[in-house]
Nanobody, 128 residues
Framework: QVEIVESGGGSVQAGGSLSLSCVAS??????LAWYRQAPGKERELVSR??????????????GRFTISRFTMSRISRGVKRTLVMRLDDLKIDDTGVYFC?????????????????WGQGIQVSVAS
């Protein structure tokens, strides 16, 4: 079982910046990701990082959202991974609930389908 705790977020003006932090802990050896869900829209992948540190960002956030920290430490019940994403030059369309997720679930061809563990979500609101 993996426990995920998110923090950060909030309300900013367009063009502003925020940081989102995710701490995932438990028995795991897998990557993390940030998803977001805007009002009335489906949840979409924003950024993901694999255990070897390779990152992948959605086209809509490239050059604006950056994984600024990705660390791992050993704990009594497994590991604790910390993922911090920096959000710069925020746009109104970036508004939504951001979710941290852990441990990729893939289909038989290796295509990423979803993640197994999810945080509660954290609100990011961007105003004009």
């Amino acid at each position: 079982q993996v426990e995920i705790v998110e923090s950060g977020g909030g309300s900013v003006q367009a063009g502003g910046s925020l940081s989102l932090s995710c701490v995932a802990s438990g028995s795991m050896s897998c990557g993390l990701a940030w998803y977001r869900q805007a009002p009335g829209k489906e949840r979409e992948l924003v950024s993901r990082i694999s255990t070897d540190g390779a990152t992948n960002n959605a086209a809509s956030v490239k050059g604006r959202f950056t994984i600024s920290r990705f660390t791992m430490s050993r704990i009594s019940r497994g590991v604790k991974r910390t993922l911090v994403m920096r959000l710069d030059d925020l746009k109104i369309d970036d508004t939504g609930v951001y979710f941290c997720a852990a441990c990729e679930e893939r289909d038989s061809s290796g295509t990423l389908m979803t993640y197994l563990y999810w945080g509660q979500g954290i609100q990011v609101s961007v105003a004009s």
